[in-house]
């Protein structure tokens, strides 16, 4: 009592607390569907339903909150379908999907929260606001170039402050997360402003700047007093594109595109694919193909029982809750489900197992099957199979965080480098031929273009194919054309240094794909006390920097407890391919790991070849 006495006598309240007859327990959206589907619910929650019916008719004028911002269920074990939504999801694919330039969007629950509150202030002639802590990704990201174009065209202010920490950019400037290190999405604070006395939108952006930590993000934020009053304001112009940030550079469609789906688009290659997706990597993935073939045998015996199981109950409709969703048997997919619907058993072949590249410069062995695999893309075109001689060209894929590029001579993982585009030098039409029938993937026309534009007849398909090796490494093109390169494929200039460019391709095209043969850098200092066994002195668990005044010394690396690695370069961490040097691409890769759902294993050391990763290091 004495408590509820001092709170009265801190706010100044004359009266016993009064009950909000306002407050609705419910699920948000669900609550502008048809309520003829929830009778249940309105039978034993009569008031509250009553309440939901207001909330429909009312005129609402403000919306605070902070809305979920997942877009799905992370796997399909976790048998945790999100809720559709009829009516909210339909008038988000016909405004902000409808008028993207996105191949696939997403149906994320702030997307939704955002379109639901939208459509609300709409039935309010005098206007109103928004006001959401969300996921921050609808600003830079193409699956939103819909989103923005309404939100201009939907309110007469937008106030954005970005509040940067993404954790999964793997980029000190977006410095630490403002809800901790627990959550690993950008963060953005907007205020969407509906005047009806206004037509033309203003968009005001704030960055809180780069590299900040938690508590001086907090700080910033604490001392803002009026947001319409903020100096600090930068005012976005969308460009054609409707791109707020990061805009593209306009010369750059004028360009010859890599590659794209428009078959009458003039284009360099005839075909490219993304690389191989699996949704189980666990799996389908290991450095050791004796530990593959186990682990895929096991997870199809499993799969086959579930098939038999599910025979002898009749099939049952509701196959989520039917279905064993161990994860230390199996990781489902809708693919894989679809295959059970049909009563298609699986068989493990030793044949389908390949090399693979899995990262930059970190190889895998990959059980390459379509029931396995739930995208295989155009790879079968590109390698038939595993001893396919083959080159292709890997870029990053659109709305990837930074561009990169890489060249490969086997069937590459679609994170390989960002969603990984792949364009072949040779497509192969048919796989099941003895003799493999290869064909030219860059036309005729575009050779004929390149030799007419440089008056040099010598000029072939090889060339023109290093050539763009060359310029996808170009610092002054990548800078100049990132935006471009962040949310498009990469499209070809003609530059003047025709051969310079071509010269340099194959020279990195030869460096990137047998980086296993490169000449070791003879500076290195290499200490270590010889073990009785050779297998044992090689072998890695994980290899780190030392650490000097607290920060990591890259000039030495601690392979294990008998090898220390020193005098390292620190030009080798220069050339960064998505995010990491080669380096740090093969100290992070290879290590032993332990997966926490499957129980998997994976040990990059080999018995009979104990000095690959010593080698692959170039020491």
């Known amino acids: 009592m004495k408590l509820i006495e001092k709170q009265k006598n801190k706010f100044n309240l004359q009266k016993d607390y009064e009950e909000f007859k306002g407050a609705i327990f419910t699920d948000t959206f669900q609550a502008l569907e048809d309520l003829e589907k929830y009778q249940i619910a309105m039978c034993f929650f009569k008031e509250n339903e009553d309440q939901k019916k207001r909330l429909r008719k009312e005129e609402i004028r403000v919306f605070v909150g902070n809305p979920p911002y997942n877009a799905g269920q992370k796997s399909e074990n976790d048998?945790?379908?999100?809720?559709?939504y009829s009516k909210l999801d339909d008038k988000i694919r016909e405004t902000y999907f409808k008028d993207s330039t996105a191949q696939k969007n997403k149906l994320d629950s702030y997307v939704?929260?955002?379109?639901?509150?939208?459509?609300?202030?709409?039935?309010?002639?005098?206007?109103?606001v928004i006001s959401f802590v969300s996921n921050a990704s609808f600003l830079d990201g193409r699956a939103y170039d819909g989103l923005r174009k309404h939100l201009s065209q939907d309110f007469t202010g937008l106030y954005i402050f970005n509040l940067r920490g993404n954790i999964r950019k793997f980029n000190k400037k977006e410095g630490?997360?403002?809800?901790?290190?627990?959550?690993?999405?950008?963060?953005?604070?907007?205020?969407?402003?509906?005047n009806p006395n206004k037509t033309k939108c203003e968009i005001?952006?704030?960055?809180?700047?780069?590299?900040?930590?938690?508590?001086?993000k907090l700080f910033k934020l604490k001392n803002f007093k009026n947001i319409l009053k903020l100096k600090q304001y930068k005012e976005i112009k969308p460009n054609k594109y409707n791109d707020w940030l990061n805009q593209r550079d306009e010369a750059f469609t004028g360009f010859i595109p890599l590659g794209s789906r428009n078959k009458n688009q003039e284009k360099v290659f005839h075909l490219h694919s993304l690389g191989v997706a699996t949704n189980r990597d666990e799996w389908a993935y290991n450095f050791n193909s004796k530990e593959l073939e186990k682990n895929m045998k096991n997870t199809i015996d499993f799969y086959n029982l579930e098939l038999k199981r599910y025979k002898k109950s009749d099939c049952p409709q509701n196959m989520n809750d039917f279905l064993n969703n161990d994860s230390s048997k199996i990781s489902w997919s809708v693919d894989l489900k679809k295959d059970l619907i049909k009563l298609k058993e699986s068989e493990f072949k030793k044949d389908f197992i390949r090399i693979s590249l899995y990262r930059p410069f970190t190889k895998k062995y990959l059980y390459f099957q379509k029931s396995w695999?739930?995208?295989?893309?155009?790879?079968?075109?590109?390698?038939?199979k595993n001893e396919t001689k083959n080159l292709s060209i890997c870029t990053s894929g659109r709305s990837s965080n930074e561009f990169s590029c890489l060249m490969t001579d086997m069937t590459p993982s679609l994170d390989l480098v960002g969603k990984t585009q792949c364009f072949p030098r040779y497509v192969f039409e048919s796989e099941s031929s003895l003799f493999e029938e290869k064909k030219d993937n860059i036309s005729e026309k575009i050779v004929r273009k390149f030799q007419n534009y440089y008056k040099d007849n010598s000029i072939n398909t090889d060339k023109i194919f290093f050539y763009i090796y060359g310029l996808l490494h170009s610092k002054q093109y990548v800078e100049k054309y990132k935006n471009n390169l962040r949310k498009d494929l990469a499209q070809i200039p003609m530059y003047k240094d025709f051969n310079e460019f071509?010269?340099?391709?194959?020279?990195?095209?030869?460096l990137h794909v047998n980086y296993e043969k490169a000449p070791k850098y003879k500076g290195l200092i290499i200490k270590g006390q010889k073990?009785?066994?050779?297998?044992?002195?090689?072998?890695?668990d994980k290899m780190k920097h030392p650490k000097?005044?607290?920060?990591?010394?890259?000039?030495?690396?601690?392979?294990?407890?008998?090898i220390k690695v020193s005098n390292i370069p620190l030009r080798a961490y220069e050339y960064q391919i998505n995010g990491k040097s080669a380096i740090k691409w093969i100290m992070s890769r290879y290590q032993v790991k332990t997966s926490k759902k499957s129980g998997i294993k994976s040990d990059p050391n080999n018995p009979k070849n104990p000095k690959y990763i010593v080698k692959s290091l170039r020491i």
């Not at 048998?79 to 559709?84: C, T």
Request: aromatic residues 12%; proline residues 2%.
């Open 176 to 194: 630490q997360n403002i809800f901790g290190d627990h959550c690993m999405l950008p963060i953005a604070i907007s205020f969407l402003v509906k």
């Open 502 to 510: 071509y010269k340099i391709g194959k020279k990195l095209s030869d």
């Open 548 to 562: 000097v005044n607290e920060k990591e010394d890259k000039t030495q690396i601690i392979y294990n407890e008998f």
């Open 112 to 128: 939704r929260a955002i379109k639901w509150a939208s459509e609300k202030i709409k039935q309010n002639k005098q206007g109103g």
């Open 204 to 216: 005001k952006y704030y960055d809180i700047g780069e590299s900040l930590s938690k508590k001086e």
């Open 79 to 84: 048998n945790n379908q999100n809720l559709s």
């Open 531 to 540: 073990f009785f066994k050779e297998s044992n002195f090689y072998k890695v």
């Open 373 to 384: 695999n739930s995208r295989q893309s155009q790879t079968k075109k590109i390698y038939p």
